[in-house]
């Protein structure tokens, strides 16, 4: 992933109000990048996922330790008998009690360092085949963002042109209520006409409160991802025909996925950590070798005392040091180590499943991704055609229902059919753009310029009649119902 230095990024962020305007794909991506907390996540995730490796080097390095003690120790002897003679050097026996207080301090450092350890050095191993996946996890997570941003801008475009379809169905199914209701005042029209027309006019003002409510949360799932509330965004313009990218073939696609795809790629280095985990469990059964130094000092002296004992100490001061080699040879662990060589091999073997899950998925997807793509030219250009075709078939029924060749119930029926026509044609458009950025994710290829060709696309204005915030909510206004003329 293709990533903007972060002073500039932190500065573009700082000199944003709190609610954006006209913002395009690549500003919004932008404050993504910031405002994200999910991609944040997986920023951390890696930090902590790389220290193992350092951890696991750390164990092969010297290890140097130090202690120091000072103590107190207090005594309290009430019986036995000492021997010793007198002046002729006859033994005489004695008997001995009291009490004695005396104090003592030792320091010393010792260094050990690991000569053979297998198993040490196989999780050394294995903790940087997991720091590999942590990095392609985290390209994985950078193409995530983009299409998820995408996903929710385009999301909030297509709704800002249904709303406008669905108010424009609104207004023309109020003028065919009242066009009906007067031809029925002055007997031109039957009662089923109004009441056809009134329906149709009621379900058109529901579904435009419901359209707004959507439009709204398509707005809180764009600021959920950026942080930041948005009012109006750049647009497809109305020219705007569907192109492919470089001439390629699936096979192509599916043979660039399966060597870049960086999900895939994570996988691939996890799958080779749990292979090396598998010989760390083994290791355990071998023995290892270590070399160890210490040095120390223990200092002792009396304190008050008061003792029948014919002997006493002033106290003593030494010192000691050690090298020397460690071989420590596993015998017998209770059948630990067979356990935890069985546990790796499943685990290893169900990382491989995984593995071998998620290769064939990929392929799946990215071939259905290629084929959705190319599909979607010739749709978007059928969805436009049925938009034209919509629109004058409604304005032809609107002609003939004047010259009383059609009836009301047929201006609904092809208003229907035009707002339909209007929704679909717009979730076609902003559908292909986002089959590009997801064929892009699956091939490894998703990065910041594929965004940027996807933006320059953009260059109409699209702002909803309702700003963000501003759903009107409440129960509908009633229309008295016609009388039976």
Excluded: C
């Excluded at 990095?135 to 800002?160: C, E, H, K, P």
């Amino acid at each position: 992933m293709s990533r903007r230095p972060l002073a500039l990024t932190l500065a573009i962020a700082a000199l944003l109000p709190a609610t954006a305007f006209a913002e395009d794909l690549l500003q919004t991506y932008d404050l993504a990048r910031t405002g994200d907390p999910t991609y944040s996540e997986a920023e951390f995730r890696r930090l902590a996922t790389k220290e193992g490796a350092v951890q696991a080097r750390g164990q092969l390095l010297p290890q140097i330790n130090g202690t120091a003690e000072l103590s107190r120790t207090h005594s309290n002897s009430r019986d036995g008998f000492a021997t010793t003679t007198d002046l002729q050097g006859n033994p005489v026996r004695i008997f001995s009690d009291g009490i004695s207080n005396s104090r003592g301090r030792q320091y010393g450092a010792s260094l050990s360092q690991s000569i053979f350890d297998l198993g040490r050095i196989n999780t050394l191993r294995s903790q940087r085949e997991l720091s590999k996946a942590a990095d392609f996890t985290l390209d994985n997570a950078g193409g995530d963002l983009i299409t998820r941003t995408s996903a929710a801008y385009f999301n909030v475009l297509v709704l800002i042109e249904t709303l406008a379809a669905t108010e424009a169905a609104e207004a023309a199914a109020k003028r065919q209520f009242e066009y009906a209701d007067k031809r029925l005042e002055v007997g031109l029209a039957p009662i089923t006409d109004v009441h056809e027309a009134r329906a149709e006019y009621d379900s058109a003002r529901a579904a435009t409160i419901v359209q707004r409510n959507a439009l709204q949360d398509a707005y809180q799932a764009l600021t959920q991802i950026t942080g930041t509330k948005f009012v109006n965004l750049k647009a497809l313009p109305d020219d705007f025909r569907p192109e492919l990218p470089a001439e390629q073939s699936a096979d192509t696609w599916v043979a660039s996925a399966l060597e870049h795809n960086p999900g895939l790629k994570a996988v691939e280095y996890q799958t080779k950590s749990a292979e090396i985990d598998v010989s760390t469990a083994r290791a355990g059964h071998l023995p290892t070798l270590s070399f160890g130094a210490s040095y120390g000092r223990n200092t002792t002296w009396d304190g008050d005392s008061s003792s029948s004992s014919l002997f006493s100490s002033n106290g003593s001061d030494g010192h000691t040091r050690t090298i020397g080699l460690t071989l420590n040879v596993p015998i017998f662990s209770g059948g630990i180590t067979q356990s935890q060589v069985r546990q790796a091999i499943a685990t290893r073997d169900a990382t491989r499943d995984v593995y071998e899950q998620q290769k064939r998925a990929l392929e799946r997807n990215t071939r259905d991704a290629y084929q959705t793509l190319v599909a979607g030219v010739s749709e978007v250009e059928a969805r436009r055609l049925a938009v034209v075709s919509a629109k004058a078939a409604y304005d032809a029924s609107q002609v003939g229902l004047e010259v009383g060749t059609r009836t009301v119930l047929d201006v609904l029926i092809n208003q229907r059919t035009l707002l339909q026509a209007q929704t679909d044609y717009a979730q076609a458009k902003y559908n292909f753009l986002q089959n590009r950025l997801l064929l892009d994710q699956a091939a490894g290829s998703l990065d910041i310029d594929d965004l940027r060709d996807i933006n320059r696309l953009l260059t109409a204005d699209a702002t909803a009649q309702l700003s963000p915030g501003q759903v009107e909510t409440g129960p509908l206004p009633t229309t008295p119902a016609p009388q039976n003329k």
